[in-house]
Nanobody
Framework: QVQLVESGGGSVQAGGSLRLSCAAS????????MGWFRQTPGKEREGVAT????????YYADSVKGRFTISQDNAKNTVYLQMDNLKPEDTAIYYC??????????????????WGQGTQVTVSS
């Protein structure tokens, strides 16, 4: 069982930046992929950015490419999401997720069994 604890959400004006952190309670062998997803009321949870923890290969949703950067510190079992040039449409609850499995689509939330509690990100115009 992997436990994930997010931090770093908050409120910012459009054009601003935030950095989210996700600390995992398990060793690297229990995490093949880690990443960030977001959800707004009435919408399905969507993939934002994920990383293959062994190779460092990253995956991004088109809507955040060039603005968000996912990174990891394996010594701390922690994944980060640097969000720059934030837009009001980035407002959502952001969830950290992890899976120990091989997956086909790295941005498909159904492939991730482990989830954090979520952190609110609010971007005002």
């Amino acid at each position: 069982q992997v436990q994930l604890v997010e931090s770093g959400g908050g409120s910012v004006q459009a054009g601003g930046s935030l950095r989210l952190s996700c600390a995992a309670s398990a060793y690297a062998d229990s995490r093949n992929y880690m990443g960030w997803f977001r959800q707004t009321p009435g919408k399905e949870r969507e993939g934002v950015a994920t990383i293959h923890t062994r190779t460092g290969i990253t995956y991004y949703a088109d809507s955040v490419k060039g603005r968000f950067t996912i990174s990891q510190d394996n010594a701390k079992n922690t994944v980060y999401l640097q969000m720059d040039n934030l837009k009001p449409e980035d407002t959502a609850i952001y969830y950290c997720a992890a899976t120990a499995s091989r997956i086909i689509s790295a941005l498909d939330s159904r492939a991730f069994p482990y989830w954090g509690q979520g952190t609110q990100v609010t971007v005002s115009s």
